[in-house]
């Protein structure tokens, strides 16, 4: 591991010990800082991040339920039990976060949520996906806001709970650190444009349908920024790019073919 990725564990820990306590955050849980094989993305000729707003409450309980019998100790990241209640990590146990984090999706992932992005990834060309030698990529999940997991979820939180919460600047640093080729969102289209848009961006494309009897067409629209691609895509219903398959093989074949 990296000076640079050690000081970025550093600053997320210490972050989580100022919230860890608070009854809205997930306990007991670990700041996810990432979601996925870092060290494989590193290597990646196509570097991908997919980015939502804050980790899952389902990341630490099979169910949102925190008197679940069926509740297990950090759940989805068992590798990690033995530093779960550090006040602060040394070099070693910043090494056992990073390998209970790369080993998210060999473990148990929330495969009801990821599996849709999970299958955009698939479309992309060359090949990319989450799950290390599935493909010729490996992609990787972060979060905007936190990498706290709370209950309830983002949508559900009180505005002073969300100001507390929210550390963006701790989000640009790791983006920089992994300095993407693509990065993919599917969510709100403000908070995209406020994360990753300067004023007077211009869509290199726009990619739309309307399904029948929808309010509002679903769409895909690839921006360029520095060096790299950021892709907004609708959320549909909670579920990120839940959109028609052939729209969206389509729409992200041209993506690659013209803008990648």
Same mark, same amino acid.
């Given at each position: 591991?990296?000076?640079?990725?050690?000081?970025?564990?550093?600053?997320?820990?210490? @972050? $989580?010990?100022?919230?860890?306590?608070?009854?809205?955050?997930?306990?007991?849980?670990?700041?996810?800082?990432?979601?996925?094989?870092?060290?494989?993305?590193?290597? *990646?000729?196509?570097?991908?991040?997919?980015?939502?707003?804050?980790?899952?409450? #389902?990341?630490?309980?099979?169910?949102? @339920?925190?008197?679940?019998?069926?509740?297990?100790?950090?759940? #989805?990241?068992?590798?990690?039990?033995?530093?779960?209640?550090?006040?602060?990590?040394?070099?070693?146990?910043?090494?056992?976060?990073?390998?209970? !984090?790369?080993?998210? +999706?060999?473990?148990?992932?929330?495969?009801?949520?990821?599996?849709?992005?999970? #299958?955009?990834?698939?479309?992309?060309?060359?090949?990319?996906?989450?799950?290390?030698?599935?493909?010729?990529?490996?992609?990787?999940?972060?979060?905007?806001?936190?990498?706290?997991?709370?209950?309830?979820?983002?949508?559900?939180?009180?505005?002073?709970?969300?100001?507390? !919460?929210?550390?963006?600047? !701790? $989000?640009?640093?790791? !983006?920089?650190?992994?300095?993407?080729?693509?990065?993919? $969102?599917?969510?709100?289209?403000?908070? +995209?444009?406020?994360? +990753?848009?300067?004023?007077?961006?211009?869509?290199?494309?726009?990619?739309?349908?309307?399904?029948?009897?929808?309010?509002?067409?679903? #769409?895909?629209?690839?921006?360029?920024?520095?060096?790299?691609?950021?892709?907004?895509?609708?959320?549909?219903?909670?579920?990120?790019?839940?959109?028609?398959?052939?729209?969206?093989?389509?729409?992200? *074949?041209?993506?690659?073919?013209? $803008?990648?």
């Amino acid at each position: 591991m990296d000076k640079i990725l050690k000081e970025i564990i550093e600053m997320y820990w210490s @972050d $989580f010990q100022k919230h860890k306590n608070k009854e809205y955050v997930v306990s007991p849980s670990i700041p996810i800082i990432w979601f996925g094989d870092i060290e494989t993305y590193k290597k *990646s000729d196509l570097k991908v991040v997919t980015v939502a707003l804050n980790p899952s409450n #389902r990341e630490f309980s099979p169910s949102e @339920d925190k008197n679940d019998k069926s509740h297990k100790i950090l759940f #989805r990241f068992p590798k990690a039990e033995t530093i779960y209640k550090n006040d602060t990590l040394d070099d070693d146990d910043k090494e056992i976060l990073c390998e209970a !984090l790369n080993s998210y +999706f060999e473990t148990e992932p929330y495969n009801s949520w990821f599996k849709w992005l999970e #299958r955009a990834l698939g479309f992309l060309k060359p090949s990319v996906s989450y799950y290390n030698g599935k493909a010729q990529n490996c992609a990787i999940h972060i979060d905007i806001y936190t990498a706290v997991a709370t209950s309830p979820t983002w949508g559900r939180l009180s505005a002073e709970s969300k100001e507390d !919460l929210t550390n963006i600047d !701790l $989000f640009k640093k790791l !983006l920089a650190y992994l300095k993407p080729d693509v990065v993919i $969102f599917s969510g709100d289209f403000n908070i +995209f444009k406020n994360t +990753f848009l300067n004023q007077g961006s211009e869509p290199l494309k726009e990619y739309s349908y309307t399904p029948e009897n929808a309010k509002y067409p679903y #769409r895909i629209i690839p921006f360029k920024t520095d060096d790299t691609v950021v892709i907004f895509g609708s959320n549909v219903q909670g579920n990120p790019l839940q959109l028609k398959e052939d729209f969206l093989k389509t729409t992200f *074949s041209d993506i690659c073919e013209r $803008f990648i």
